[in-house]
Each structure stands twice: as structure tokens, then as C-alpha cells.
């Protein structure tokens, strides 16, 4: 089973729409957890920290649901711009300071 | 946020030659920096981590021979790939933590990446 799991997508959504991601962890130690965007080609770029409170930046709304090891990203009013591979990533501990990724979930957001 | 550079952005190179990549922390002093490797479609794989002033600790199934990384200065680390053959071929990216205030979470911030294809 892998440290995180993803639903690859591609999620096609037009302009406007509403979309939700959600990511599994398997390892029930892990203390940190992250969401980022990575462009084709580019360097993955930090989205948004999660908090078993859950928060908010703008359009993005991320959950964190550690009693069943999930992750959600939602987003709101999607924007052309938003189209981008989305990745869930986890710090699971153990005194290793690196991140663990997931694969990814695929956002194309159409005009 | 924090800048971290890498150098170069892109390289090609004949099978058996052997690359260098840099990853400098730029505003601040990374004394922990990550070696990344990411291939098409794939996630970012960890391989090393890097420590200022002592060994970098490898992942199973990285080859510390063929993979040398040394962490010489608090902003400067470097993977170099030796050997390189065509299976190399990939994107690699590096990391650096920069520590938050007590109790915060620390962040990484990570550097543009090395494209590396051989021949």
C-alpha cells in the first residue's frame, strides 16, 4: 500500500465549477500535512498547510480527517489558472524531516 | 516565502559521464537539505537527505556510490550523479527546511529542478 494515495484524475471541470480531492495516508503517526501545486514541468509549490481544524485560504478549503487518514482539498469558483497537478503530502514522522508525496490528482479546468 | 536555486535548470549529457547539481538556500541557512527525483508521472520520490557538515542519509535503494551529495555550507548542497546513464534520465529536485518559531511547523521550500537527460 503506498504512504499516499491519490486519485490520479484527470478532473475535467469547467470554468466556475466546484471541485474536491481527497487524499489517504496510511501511516497514523503522521503529524504534518500539506497540500501543493505543481505546474508542468515545475517545482512542486506549497498550496496550503492542513489543521485537523480545517482551513481556509480563499477559494481553497482543506480538511483533515485523522481519525479515518484522510485529506481533502476543496475548490471554489475554478479559474482557468487553477489547472495544475495537485499534490498531497504528508511529514509521517518517526524523526524523518522529509516530505512523502502522492502521486497527484490532475485538475483541467475548461473555458 | 524563502528562494532556494538549483543549478543547472537543465542538462544533457553522454551515458558514463557524471553531472554535478547545485541547491543553494538563498535568504536563509538550511542545515537540513532534500534530493528529490520525480519521473514522468510519477510523485516526487525522496532519495537523500542532506546534512550540513556531516554524511547525507540515503533512502533504500539509492545508490550513495552513484548519487554523491555533500552539504559543505549551511546554503550550499550538491547531488552529483556519476556514471550517469540513460535510466538517470529524470527531473530532480532539491529542498530546504527552513525552521519555523517553536512549535510551528517547519516549511520546505523547494528549488526550480534539475532536468537531466542522458544519452
Known amino acids: 500500500r503506498k504512504e499516499v494515495e491519490q486519485d490520479p484524475g484527470p478532473f475535467n471541470v469547467p470554468e466556475g465549477a466546484t471541485v474536491a480531492f481527497n487524499c489517504t495516508y496510511s501511516?497514523?503517526?503522521?503529524?504534518?500535512f500539506f497540500w501543493y501545486r505543481q505546474d508542468c514541468r515545475k517545482e512542486p509549490k506549497l498550496l496550503m498547510s492542513?489543521?485537523?481544524s480545517g482551513n481556509e485560504d480563499g477559494r481553497f478549503t482543506a480538511q483533515l480527517n485523522r481519525a479515518s487518514q484522510y485529506i481533502s482539498l476543496l475548490i471554489r469558483d475554478s479559474k482557468l489558472s487553477d489547472s495544475a497537478t495537485y499534490l498531497c503530502?504528508?511529514?509521517?514522522?518517526?524523526?524523518?524531516?522529509?516530505?512523502?508525496f502522492g502521486s497527484g490528482t490532475r485538475l483541467q479546468v475548461q473555458p | 516565502g524563502a528562494v532556494v536555486s538549483q543549478h543547472p535548470s537543465w542538462v544533457i549529457c553522454k551515458s558514463g559521464t557524471s553531472v554535478k547539481i547545485e541547491c543553494r538556500s538563498l535568504?536563509?541557512?538550511?542545515?537540513?537539505m532534500f534530493w528529490y527525483r520525480q519521473f514522468p508521472k510519477q510523485s516526487l520520490m525522496l532519495m537523500a537527505t542532506s546534512n550540513e557538515g556531516s554524511k547525507a542519509t540515503y533512502e533504500q535503494g539509492v545508490e550513495k556510490d552513484k548519487f554523491l551529495i555533500n552539504h559543505a555550507s549551511l546554503t550550499l548542497s550538491t547531488l552529483t550523479v556519476t556514471s550517469a546513464h540513460p535510466e538517470d534520465s529524470s527531473f530532480y529536485i532539491c529542498?530546504?527546511?527552513?525552521?519555523?518559531?517553536?512549535?510551528?511547523?517547519?516549511?520546505?521550500?523547494f528549488g526550480p529542478g534539475t532536468r537531466l537527460t542522458v544519452l
Open positions: 529542498s530546504a527546511r527552513e525552521w519555523g518559531l517553536a512549535g510551528a511547523t517547519d516549511t520546505q521550500y
Open positions: 535568504d536563509f541557512q538550511a542545515t537540513t
Open positions: 503530502v504528508v511529514n509521517i514522522g518517526t524523526g524523518r524531516r522529509a516530505l512523502t
Open positions: 492542513v489543521y485537523s
Open positions: 501511516n497514523s503517526a503522521s503529524q504534518s
